[in-house]
């Protein structure tokens, strides 16, 4: 629709100036928009009986029947939408509204057809895949029992990372499964990428404002002042992190290793940040300087130009945006499209032709920006237009190696050093390699706490423990058996570890052995793949020990699993539905259920990357 003066209220220069502005605007503007002229309706001036819309009995009746009760459920894998989902459950109750907040693995199905309004927050991880805690909830919607929802209003926010394939594909399967059963949609879906925060918060003003309007509560009053909903009630956080101070930074791996590990001590004196066993460390790191100059080279740009890096205008130098700010490692078809426009590259164009998307999926896994620009000679963009398109840097998350209980005010995390060639050109895992080449006691690091509720020790410290976790994996056990060592826990626990060879690669090995020796880790079995003929994995020594492991789940135990997504994950879920076949006598699918219901009791919990 084009306004003008005859279709709407406003005068000429106006109507020009809205018909410039509203066609530029993306989703998420337009999302953004609407609650923002929502929210400060209340100080606008009264209308007078002589312009006020005409409502009539019907309507009015209709929205004093707008439920003030709201359901909200997350399905989250690395606890990035529960943190989401707390946020705006505590700003829908300080506007009187009922909440309900759980996570779909908790969630009673059967109590569906009860709710009106639903608003879902999930994110997507591996090759769009539900997180663990949305399976059954995203079973159900999907199955035969899925009731009609036509009183249902619902909103979905997704997370996920452009640079996969499957972006958002949770989220956008709920939504569309919520409106195949009759749900209405309160607002549009809102899909984010790695960079969330804004979005996130956009998404959630919008859904204060309809709700309130609806149920004729006052919508955001204060959004003026508070300018968004993000990480309001920490100081210290995922938009604002602490500058850390780095203790110890330590390889584990032996001489002669084909491997280097890290081991970071880091101070959190003085920053009030909280975590438990389970959590993780988000870490902000930076580029390598060499990509940088490489880039600014290849592009024949000045090093010192100011650049934007933020929406509210601040400027940096190009270097500094590009070697903090900015994501140059990682290309996404977004991105590509964003820079065919800005370009005449034919090959460009070419590249993003229907039909060539296998070709096109290959390219942005095996190439970064500095292939990009060389591979289609796009040099000749301007470096502010440039760097407007690319991603922010986003924070890299390692499994917390330490229990709080055994080191206050300090934090330990487990790396790994990512270093290979490809294209003709050494790589290097970004903040891997930063913390390995380039971080030294002494200096600082941007960090914040990822509180992760879905990677937790029972409550129950006599309940028995398996815990799965090769390479650096095992990072997450250190914090568990350290945290029981302080709290006295009599549970038995088995580790399984495994890496490449004993002599040089066993992680923490005398602090395993003493845990061996004190009890508090009742047992440990190990599988060094390069030490054999046959490569042995931790999946072929839990296959080994089968009746012992189905003794324990029996008992009531919890398993835990950390590392590798792609494929040790899956191993091992393999290994456990063999090991309850083989010693339970299941069929394939009741064992499969079996581990279902271990999920859904919290027994079965993954921390996999």
Same mark, same amino acid.
């Given at each position: 629709?084009? @306004?003008?003066?005859?279709?709407? !209220? ?7 100036? #809205?018909?410039?502005?509203? !066609? ?72 009187? @509204? ?8 908790? @969630? ?18 591996g090759e769009g895949e539900a997180p663990d805690n949305a399976i059954p909830f995203y079973e159900f919607l999907y199955g035969k029992r899925a009731p009609q929802l036509e009183a249902l209003s619902y909103a979905v926010l997704a997370l996920g990372d452009t640079s996969y394939e499957f972006f958002c594909q949770t989220g956008k399967d709920f939504d569309k499964r919520l409106e195949e059963l009759g749900g209405k949609r309160i ?183 500095? /292939? ?12 502010? /237009? ?21 080191? !206050? /005010? ?44 879905? @990677? ?33 826990a009599e549970g038995k626990t088995w580790l399984f570890y495994g890496d490449q060879h004993f002599s040089t690669d066993f992680l923490y090995q005398t602090e395993w052995q003493r845990w061996l020796k004190d009890g508090v880790l009742t047992r440990m079995d190990v599988a060094f793949s390069r030490d054999t003929d046959k490569k042995v994995y931790v999946q072929h020594r839990m296959l080994e020990k089968s009746q012992? #492991? ?37 069929? !394939? ?21």
């Amino acid at each position: 629709m084009e @306004f003008q003066v005859t279709n709407s !209220p406003f005068n000429q220069e106006q109507v020009e100036l #809205l018909n410039r502005l509203l !066609p530029t605007l993306t989703a998420v503007q337009q999302i953004w928009l609407s609650g923002y002229l929502t929210a400060v309706q209340g100080s606008a001036v009264a209308v007078t009986p002589s312009t006020a819309p005409s409502v009539s009995v019907a309507e009015t009746a209709n929205i004093t029947q707008i439920s003030k009760e709201v359901t909200i459920l997350f399905g989250s894998q690395t606890g990035n939408c529960s943190g989401l989902a707390t946020k705006i459950s505590k700003k829908l109750e300080e506007r009187d @509204f009922q909440v309900t907040l759980s996570s779909m693995g908790d @969630f009673k199905t059967n109590s569906l057809k009860k709710i009106q309004n639903l608003l879902i927050l999930v994110s997507t991880h591996g090759e769009g895949e539900a997180p663990d805690n949305a399976i059954p909830f995203y079973e159900f919607l999907y199955g035969k029992r899925a009731p009609q929802l036509e009183a249902l209003s619902y909103a979905v926010l997704a997370l996920g990372d452009t640079s996969y394939e499957f972006f958002c594909q949770t989220g956008k399967d709920f939504d569309k499964r919520l409106e195949e059963l009759g749900g209405k949609r309160i607002i549009p879906r809102v899909d984010c990428d790695v960079d969330f925060d804004e979005p996130a918060a956009e998404w959630m003003n919008q859904i204060i404002s309809s709700l309130s309007e609806s149920s004729t509560i006052s919508p955001i009053a204060n959004v003026a002042n508070n300018g968004s909903l993000v990480d309001a009630e920490s100081e210290y956080s995922r938009t604002n992190p602490f500058q850390a101070e780095v203790l110890e930074n330590l390889n584990l791996n032996g001489r002669g290793s084909d491997r280097e590990t890290r081991h970071l001590e880091i101070s959190l004196e003085g920053s009030n940040l909280q975590y438990e066993p389970g959590d993780s460390l988000g870490v902000y790191p930076e580029n390598h300087p060499r990509l940088v100059e490489e880039l600014i080279e290849a592009m024949g740009w000045n090093a010192e130009e100011s650049v934007a890096v933020h929406k509210n205008g601040d400027q940096r130098s190009l270097r500094e945006a590009l070697l903090r700010h900015f994501e140059i490692t990682v290309l996404t078809k977004p991105l590509l499209t964003q820079l065919a426009n800005l370009t005449s590259s034919t090959g460009l164009n070419e590249l993003l032709e229907a039909g060539r998307e296998v070709e096109l999926r290959t390219y942005l896994d095996e190439h970064d920006l500095l /292939d990009l620009v060389q591979d289609y000679a796009l040099k000749g963009i301007a470096a502010g /237009d440039f760097v407007s398109i690319l991603r922010k840097m986003p924070a890299r998350l390692y499994s917390i190696a330490s229990s709080s209980k055994s080191f !206050p /005010d300090e934090v330990h995390v487990t790396v790994r050093t990512v270093r290979y060639e490809a294209q003709g050109r050494e790589r290097y895992g970004v903040c891997s390699t930063q913390l390995a080449e380039r971080v030294q006691s002494g200096d600082t690091l941007p960090v914040y706490i990822q509180h992760n509720p879905n @990677f937790k020790l029972a409550e129950n410290s006599d309940t028995p423990i398996i815990m799965v976790g090769p390479g650096t994996g095992v990072a997450p056990f250190r914090a568990f058996l350290g945290e029981r060592e302080e709290t006295g826990a009599e549970g038995k626990t088995w580790l399984f570890y495994g890496d490449q060879h004993f002599s040089t690669d066993f992680l923490y090995q005398t602090e395993w052995q003493r845990w061996l020796k004190d009890g508090v880790l009742t047992r440990m079995d190990v599988a060094f793949s390069r030490d054999t003929d046959k490569k042995v994995y931790v999946q072929h020594r839990m296959l080994e020990k089968s009746q012992e #492991l189905y003794q324990w789940l029996q008992e009531g135990a919890c398993v835990y699993v950390c590392g590798d997504e792609k494929k040790m994950a899956h191993d091992v879920n393999a290994a456990l539905l063999t090991i309850l076949e083989r010693e339970g006598g299941l069929s !394939p699918e009741k064992a499969a259920e079996y581990l279902t219901a271990m999920q859904q009791q919290k027994r079965y919990q993954r921390d996999v990357y």
